[in-house]
């Protein structure tokens, strides 16, 4: 039997004792983690957890990947994966349950400091300080996200690392990176998520590129109720992925196939396919059909209401921790008492755990809640009423499971009743209530930046400099030169995206450098723009500096969705234990036509809370802003101005050196009636209106914000608009866009509205795409002509004598 030339071909390389330890380890393993998810189930049935998701059925495929999983490697999975990062020593019972109760104290709950749901994983890639932690002597895991598939773009970035480090020997030293490439990227998905365009992209990408990943579909038949045959073409994905299999060149991915119960099968079949792709790197995807889901797919629901009587019963007879203790019996390897006693010692150690867990999770709380209690009452003795005090205390005292959350209702409670009183115990009270709201706000809103010493604010302002010598350039001429400097200063930058490498885009400005450096520095890429994201963020995760192309910022949107769900929370929802540098590069604005229209900056700000939005007006800020990302370790987004590249720029003789400070807008031009702010292509259209405006003896202010994200740190815009009283938000984005948000920084933020005497306004394109040609945009967008009437309209609203009517 198979099953046994298996078992014969592990027990060939071990005494039976070893064979038997392995063997009834694994299944400890197994048993403990099903017993959590048991358990967990429990848990948020009575009410102790709001949600939980777990690992039953899949327990034995990935006892047998994490053999195959060495230091140095990666997983990007998703949230059925926690044997396998029991497995690998990573995760505790107690840890698991610290983040099924949201504990959000990170030596308890390291994963995500209990801002993610339950079975969602990550390990530390940084310390404290923002220093990279050697990943060669670890096993990693990229920060699980809930979308399904959203791990699948990044996994092809950790796997690329893997090639980039064995091709590039000037990379040798970064061992803490990459042992010559010798890792595997694994990833895991359901079978029905394998429905999602994330994974046929990045199996298709995969391919192309050869890289080191480890593709396993964890196969139960259903995505939640929905059964495989409305996921899958055919109800299988290897069959119908089969015209992706390796040839004899190499080309294609290799493709196996094992049952999710059968032990000794996929323990080799792991071993051998990842040794095989340790030195090929071809890809390979592992189907790991007739896994079973014992307790249907979380807390939500049951499963009883969409498997048949038949299919329930086969889940039970091809459960794979039943079918391991079978084969374990019936291959002799121990008995049904010890296999009886490793069941007992798991369900204790669980129990156990989970108690401990609730415990460090309850304590805290208990004894902040008595501390409100004690504050709030000695409230009610000083104030002589402690019978109604006693009516807010007894909510608190008798709420079922009572969070932070109640103890501030109570508190604020309380302090509304006294508003404008002042007497020591509800002093007291109200600056306990400041101090805890500060000190949970904190600790549920840190880290969406990074918060170490290269955080990009603190990166040194080093100014352009010019001589009277200093060359004049095209745009796109002064990106030469300063992407070339940069690749020679940094050896870990990389750049790719469509039409990147050979012709060095589609607006030249990497023009050259793959001449000068080389294929595995800048390449070219398939028209993917989600997995570009993607292997942007797996590549800047492990060490790489990336900068990865958007052609055109409209197909942004592709690719927004791995941004948003990946990158830009990543910090976040680890609280600061990883980070991914990523420099999404890509041009923007005053394009043309339906799908290019060029200017979706609402879009862009409102999702990408948590990376950089740079909107440089020129070429030569642009190179500055790359400058200043690049001594930082946080990921941004670079618009370019389309129709930028081909205007005359001066070259700065400190093109590598200068930096730009993000969050620090610039005064182009003073003026005393009206400010303008703007930025990006905008500027020269609204250089071209203020022309108009000084023939008609309108003084304008301009300011060019530079950066959407962040946004005038220093809160500097008030001060022009001290002076002019007057102020104009314009930009090509459609009304209530990035113009509104704007508005909203300096009138929210600043405080605006205390210092106008007109209405403050926003000019910002139709609300219809751009239509395509000269007319087409004349009509569309702003224009010069139109920011006159605005502005001048403002004028003579104010004084009609002197701006007669047009
Ligand atoms: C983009 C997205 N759509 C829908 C969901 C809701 N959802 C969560 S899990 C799931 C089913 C996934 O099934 P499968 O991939 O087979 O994995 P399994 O849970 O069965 O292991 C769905 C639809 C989601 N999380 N993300």
Partial sequence: MADNMTANSMKEKMSFEEFKNEVLNDYEIAVISRETSLMGRKEVLTGKAKFGIFGDGKELAQIALAKA?????????????????????????????????????????PMSSGRQMNGHFATATQDKEGNWLDQSS????????????????????????????????????YTIFSNRGSEVSFVSIGDASTSEGLFWETLNAAGVQRVPLAISVWDDGYGISVPQKYQTTKESISEITSGFKTDENGNGIDIYVCEGWNYPKLVET??????????????????????????????SG????????????????????????????????ATEDECNQIHEAAKKHVLESKNAAWKKFNEPLKLEINEALELINKVGEESGEADIISLITGQLQTAIDPVRRDILKATKKVLVHYRGQSFPALNELRDWSKDFQAKYQNIYSSHLYSESDMNALKVPVVPAAYTTDSKTLNGFEILNVAFEKLFNKYPNVVAFGEDVGKIGDVNQGFSGIQEKFGEERIFDTGIREATIMGQGIG????????????????YLIYGLQTLVDDLTCLQYRTKGNQKAPLIVRTRGHRLEGVWHTGSPMGMIISSLRGMYVCVPRNMVQAAGMYNTLLQSDEPALVIECLNGYRLKERLPENIDEFTVALGIPEVLHAGDDVTLVTYGSCVRVAEEAMELLKHAGVSVELIDVQTLIPFDIHKSIIESIKKTNRVVFLDEDVSGGASAYMFQQVFEGQGAYRWLDAEPRTITAKDH?????S???????????QIFEVIYGMMHELSPADYPQL
């Fill in 138 to 173: 670890r096993y990693n895991s990229s920060a699980d996200a809930s979308p399904t598939a959203s791990q699948m773009p990044r996994s092809l970035g950790l796997a690329l690392a893997s090639k980039l480090y064995r091709l590039n020997p000037e990379l040798e030293d």
């Fill in 775 to 785: 007319d087409g945009d004349y009509f569309s967008k702003p224009n010069a002509e």
């Fill in 769 to 773: 795409r751009a239509a395509y040609g």
């Fill in 539 to 554: 590549l800047a995760l492990r060490g790489f500096r990336p900068i990865a192309e958007i052609q055109y910022l409209d």
């Fill in 302 to 333: 049951s499963h009883e209401r969409y498997k048949d009587a038949s299919r329930l019963q086969w889940e039970k007879d091809f459960d794979c921790l039943k079918k391991m203790r079978d084969w374990i019996i019936e291959s002799s390897i």
């Fill in 69 to 109: 999983f060495n230091p140095g490697d990666w997983r990007s999975g998703y949230y059925r994966d926690q044997t396998w990062m029991m497995a690998l020593g990573e995760l505790s019972v107690e840890q698991f349950f610290a983040q099924l109760y949201a504990n959000p104290d990170k030596e308890q709950e």
């Fill in 270 to 299: 792991y071993q051998r396919a990842i040794e095989r792709m340790r030195k090929t790197h071809i890809p390979a995807l592992f189907h790991i059909i007739e896994v079973t889901q014992p307790q249907g797919h979380s807390t």
